[in-house]
């Protein structure tokens, strides 16, 4: 697998790739790009809003309004584009890929009510290793030597990151550590799976069903848990459905226009995204562990892109 997906929402074109036929012409390169990078931020922006209502609502709750709120924006576009549903037999594929969505969402918004922004979203590009490793097993790809010398620095910016914390005890960042590294390990068999389901859904219902799928399945677990809706967090959780929505539409946007090659490496501007609106909005420095790990991680993703 030669493509990096954006951490968080799955991307049809980037599972399946660019379309030979909407590659951007040499020099209009900038326009894919630049969707690239608005997605990118629009996703870490969303994981700032969420991090924001953590500390009035667990995870389970987050990821229901996370996903309640995208469902909105998403049904508006289904309603309009009325692109068709899945055939009977790929049901089946689309419930296990909203559980694993689920399962996914769930323990990152756990992790980011634990850790630093920048460093939840550090962990969270451990995710291609993973996927390329998953593809591998389950769809065959033939490994190469850039694969386990990735895996290798991936696993060596988790070591670092989980280092320090070890050291201390009852450290609840360890948990997050922990939850993030699982929150990877569940997107890489999304993203397997949006590869088979890329070459036969439309964007727009896979994106309605990505968000449809895991409110039905959370609903009841959220409902036991509830904690009272507070008001003026009403508009907090709309813009968390619009910046996954907007986020998801950018990005595969510019994945069917411009090789995943060009593409893949912009989104990992994501951690500037990630250490500027932790230290704003949550007094957040990024510590030199922080950023050696992320170093790691980066480097092993950009690895991939050698296959």
Request: net charge positive; aromatic share 8%; hydrophobic share 55%.
């Amino acid at each position: 697998m030669s493509l990096l997906p954006t951490r968080g929402e799955p991307s049809a074109a980037a599972a399946s790739g660019p379309s030979s036929g909407t590659r951007a012409a040499p020099g209009s390169a900038w326009l894919p790009l630049l969707a690239a990078a608005l997605g990118t931020a629009a996703f870490v922006a969303m994981d700032a809003t969420i991090k924001s209502l953590a500390p009035r609502y667990d995870a389970a709750q987050l990821t229901f309004f996370r996903f309640a709120a995208g469902l909105v924006f998403a049904l508006a576009i289904w309603a309009w584009v009325r692109s068709p549903m899945p055939a009977r037999d790929q049901w089946r594929l689309h419930a296990l890929r909203g559980v694993l969505l689920l399962l996914s969402l769930t323990s990152y918004f756990h992790a980011l009510t634990l850790l630093p922004l920048a460093q939840a979203v550090a962990m969270s590009y451990t995710a291609p290793i993973f996927i390329s490793l998953l593809a591998m097993l389950l769809l065959k790809e033939r490994p190469t030597r850039w694969i386990w010398l990735a895996l290798a620095l991936g696993l060596a910016g988790t070591a670092v990151a989980m280092g320090p914390e070890l050291q201390q005890d009852h450290n609840p960042r360890i948990e997050g550590l922990l939850a993030a590294a699982f929150s990877s390990v569940t997107f890489s068999g999304v993203m397997v799976l949006a590869r088979v389901q890329a070459q036969r859904d439309s964007l727009y219902t896979i994106l309605l069903l990505q968000n449809l799928l895991p409110v039905l399945l959370l609903a009841a677990p959220a409902a036991a848990f509830w904690q009272p809706l507070h008001p003026h967090d009403l508009p907090t959780i709309a813009l968390s459905g619009a910046l996954a929505t907007v986020g998801l539409l950018a990005v595969t946007w510019a994945y069917r226009h411009l090789e995943a090659s060009r593409v893949a490496p912009v989104e990992y501007t994501g951690l500037v995204w990630a250490g500027l609106l932790g230290y704003l909005l949550f007094g957040e420095t990024p510590t030199a562990v922080t950023l050696v790990s992320a170093g790691l991680i980066l480097s092993g993703c950009l690895l991939l892109l050698r296959r």
